[in-house]
């Protein structure tokens, strides 16, 4: 199997809902965002008007952010899903991505069920693959993405002013809680580790939460590497400092049951989360609780901004704990 | 030197011409097409009124589109002019791009001269770094451009028509002769070796011209595979054929003196030629004379589109040339 017919076999499928292309390729301009999709030397998009182009960009390679063990439809899966969180975190909403693909070999046996995984979340997030590239080498998926929100409404990092609460959605650390099975380190009752493993390998992108924050939300970022490095990124763009409750991080039953200097690594500096890290006046909070049923998607306060720099980190009853917690640092040894 | 100290000291820059971001990192509005660069979830791009965004991706792997003896500045102008290309095939106006790169280690004499190299083609033809992703991993470069085009005025793969005349710009088959120079299947004076590497390693992608082209080009592609496999990506794509005269294709001087075989396989096969293929009436033909001149790049006419699918190649004398020329692939074995 070739290149072109790879592309053609498993990774072009009929224009999707946000495309609208006339019988020579070309927009018929009824305001589709994807004028021109897989097929051309390039894509075309039209953000709707008054919309601004949101961008993102994740290279997964094997060992550093997936195990060799994944199944390949979760890996498809994880590969999108890490860039419409960053969509999310920008409270945009989702339009289009590209593919690029080095694998070592055009096997059936992976890029069947890769793309099945790809294609589950593309239509289940309503985004079309408008194009990429594929090639032999050491495995490697790069993802770009796109979405649009409209202008000057953008969650940035650096809106985050001192007083503002300090949220996060769903529950921190069982990515990390799995991995250190993988790693051999902890064994967990099988359901458990079924739990967690779901965590890592498939995580949802909290892309309604994100859009619903638009207008309510200061700063938001989604973690990827571990809460205190990613909250590290906000304090640092927003010229801000931080007090946040450790205890108060959310995290799962199956976390819960473990060793507490276990629970506040995971939940402090676990990576893979992509939940999102988001500030607010504290006037927004019942419009934030309200915001989050109605997309379904828990919220939980856990600290506020500081106008004086640096990251105190607390217990529930107020003691500081060790602040050394480090994001994942993909060159670190 | 950890990831983010990594970004920072080599990819991150002054916002360019191109950006206008206010004291919170905002778009001040103004109409700049980059409203926000680097450093956040995402970045944020606005093309002007009217305006459709082209986006292409381009994955570079070492051994299969790049030597490992290649100096990392040639490198990197490489890896974002096959992304520049395939927008001057689109006739889109380039504005930014992002940066995925994986690199065994976060290597001093690998990154100052790729960064080098990497920003020299970017500031020659205005174009913003606007995200990436940086990991460690075999060294893999997947660059993902952005351009704008007036709406519609994309030139696409399927817009040839019977009786259109078929052109090239520049001269094809130097990479190709590099490379059998590289393989060790020929050998060239140094001064001619030379003049045929930097055609292999740093392509000069046709921006202005395809630019020139809209509104007089029915159709266009950029060479990467080999004219023969490229061309039959426009005649699939536009339900036609064609009839091509393979002396006619522009050649160097260096190939021009190399065996009348091997020269053939280079303009018809060679790959990485980076120069673009289109097709327009023939009542175009003063038009795009002129507006190659203006831009400064030599434009070929070599042969016509006919309504009857198939591809037939003649010589000079009008003889026809067996026809089993296969573009690059890169699965093929």
Known sequence: MGEFELIARYFKRPPGPRSQVGPNGQDTSDGRAVALGIGDDCALLAPAEGMQLAVTTDMLVEGRHFLSTVAPARLAHKALAVNLSDLAACGAEPLAFTLALALPRPDESFLAPFAAGLFALAEAQGVELI???????????????????????????????????????????????????????LALAAADFEQVREA?????????????????ATAAIDLSDGLVGDLGHVLAASNVGAVIDADALPRSTVLARQAPALQRQCVLAGGDDYELLFTAPAAQRTAIEAAARLVGVPVTRFGHIDAAAGLHIVDAAGRALEASWRGFDHFAT
């Open 131 to 185: 194009g990429g590239d594929t090639t032999a080498g050491p495995l490697n998926i790069c993802i770009t993405a796109f979405g649009q929100v409209p202008r000057g409404q953008a969650l940035l990092r650096s809106g985050a002013c001192a007083g503002d609460d300090l949220w996060v959605s769903g529950t921190l650390g069982d990515a990390r809680l799995a991995l250190e099975v993988f790693r051999g380190e």
């Open 200 to 216: 890592m390998e498939r995580p949802q992108p909290r892309v309604t939460l994100g859009r619903a924050l638009r207008g309510l």
